[in-house]
Nanobody, 120 residues
């Protein structure tokens, strides 16, 4: 199973970006999918979570500005980021709780990060 995050880039403050996290490989189903971010010199922090049933949770710092969604048929999660601030600058990565065929329990897989830079 591989996760591929994409969609990062350079944007001015107030702008928007949409990140994608695509899971591929031997997948029976995916439970939760999460977005995290890590700014320079800081620890990685959770940004948003979405369950298979599309329930969502957000970090307080992004509530009202970011929206997580997913397409179960495409094994993909999205992070729509609006009203971006310089403090949102970080490497954004995703993980997913994947049920692999032939295994009784699910496993967490991580994707590589995508850089988001917000200029003031």
């Amino acid at each position: 199973v591989q996760l591929q995050a994409s969609g990062g880039g350079l944007v001015q403050a107030g702008g928007s970006l949409r990140l994608s996290c695509v899971a591929s490989g031997s997948i029976f189903s995916i439970n939760d999918m999460n977005w995290y971010r890590q700014a320079p010199g800081k620890e990685r922090e959770p940004v948003a979570n979405i369950t298979r049933g599309h329930s969502t949770n957000y970090a307080d710092s992004v509530k009202g500005r970011f929206t997580i969604s997913r397409d179960n048929a495409k094994n993909t999660a999205y992070l729509q980021m609006n009203s971006l601030k310089p403090d949102d600058t970080a490497v954004y990565s995703c993980n997913a709780d994947v049920v692999v065929p032939g295994y009784r329990s699910s496993r967490w897989f991580w994707g590589q990060g995508t850089q988001v830079t917000v200029s003031s």
